[in-house]
């Protein structure tokens, strides 16, 4: 068997173009669970008496959001 029979993945697993990586189902996954943080973030940071805690909390979820946006986009 030759080695361009190979794919890429299997000879190397860090390699870029793995072929389990579907970056719409990963993009969706990412608006998700960044929607679920931002949705009990907000209330929280009225309630919080540390509010640096749950700002992390409330950016993380923004930029989750963004993440998958953006992926979801690139697939298309």
Known sequence: MSSS?????????????A???????YGWASILVGTLSLLVGIPVLFMSPDLSAVALIIALGAVLVLAGVWMVKREE
């Open 19 to 25: 072929d389990y990586a579907n970056p719409k189902l």
């Open 5 to 17: 029979e190979i794919s890429s993945s299997v000879r190397s697993p860090l390699s870029l173009n």
